[in-house]
């Protein structure tokens, strides 16, 4: 069972598939394979070259699919949901794998006669990698609670929740891609200074606050550490208000992000590690489906 699913930005929404329900999809192109530019040069009187290093390429996805009733609303149907100069998301799904990758529109071209009219859609896809359709998050450190309701208290006493405590965090990433950004999240159960975040491996770190500028977290406070490629920023929510707090970051500062195999995270503070909650969250990256 193989389906696309088309949405973008105001939710309208397109599916293909094989039957007309209501496009019958024809083929798929560009979601097998992937394009990399491998950039060498030429030395004077050595043989072949040198490597310097390769990008990916974007990704052109192509789809033609045909409609074969209704001409006019599901034309008007494809120009409300393909439209230009917007972000959209591909889904693509067959059997029990699900992964999605976000496009803009490069192209429409339908057909204007015949019972069974085809169409051809072409979509360019910046960020050329599928990703999971959810995040994986794991958690580090955080409070569990240690009964339910109803519960029959006894006279002793006893604890309200259990610290549940993982300074280090081993990720494996089997994925083929590198640079799978992060979202750190650092919930305060007590005053915390100068929180940081390790990847043990690489012998990298991102640390908000320095001895000499020092960042302060009060009980109810959450920071929030994004590493992703074109989304790197940590952010303060106090009160309710969310504000971005780039100032305070240690100068050394990397915004780790996971690598191909293992990697190793760990949590630390100058004061108040104890009262750090930690999360991890990510999306795996895919170059094809």
Not at 69 to 94: A, M, S, V, W
Not at 110 to 117: D, F, L, M, S, Y
Not at 118 to 124: E, G, Q, R
Not at 249 to 263: K, P, R, V
Request: with cysteine; net charge negative; glycine share 4%.
């Amino acid at each position: 069972m193989k389906k696309i699913i088309c949405k973008n930005a105001d939710n309208v929404q397109v599916e293909f598939e094989y039957d007309f329900s209501p496009f019958f999809l024809v083929s798929v192109d560009g979601v097998y394979s992937i394009s990399n530019k491998v950039i060498t040069s030429e030395n004077t009187m050595i043989d072949g070259s040198t490597y310097q290093g390769s990008t990916t390429k974007e990704r052109n996805i192509v789809i033609t699919a045909q409609m074969e009733n209704d001409y006019q609303k599901h034309r008007d149907l494809l120009y409300k949901c393909f439209k230009p100069k917007t972000l959209g998301t591909l889904t693509y799904i067959e059997n029990d794998s699900e992964r999605t990758i976000d496009y803009r529109v490069e192209e429409i071209d339908i057909n204007e006669k015949g019972i069974v009219r085809d169409f051809v859609i072409s979509l360019i896809c910046t960020d050329p990698f599928f990703k999971d359709t959810f995040d994986t998050e794991v958690t580090m450190s955080s409070w569990q609670s240690a009964f339910a309701f109803v519960h029959a208290f006894n006279e002793e006493g006893e604890a309200f929740a259990e610290r549940e405590n993982e300074p280090l965090k081993e990720i494996k990433n089997d994925s083929a891609a590198d640079n799978i950004g992060l979202t750190i999240t650092i919930k305060a159960d007590g005053p915390i200074t100068n929180p940081a975040i390790y990847h043990v491996e690489n012998m990298e770190y991102v640390a908000i606050g320095t001895a000499d500028n020092p960042f302060s977290l009060e009980a109810g406070d959450v920071l929030i550490i994004t590493t992703h490629t074109n989304n790197k920023a940590v952010y303060l929510l106090k009160n309710g208000e969310k504000r971005e707090i780039n100032e305070y970051l240690d100068e050394e500062s990397e915004f780790i992000q996971l690598e191909h195999g293992i990697n190793t995270l760990k949590y630390e503070a100058a004061a108040g590690e104890d009262y750090m909650n930690v999360t991890i969250s990510y999306r795996f990256r895919y170059l094809g489906v």
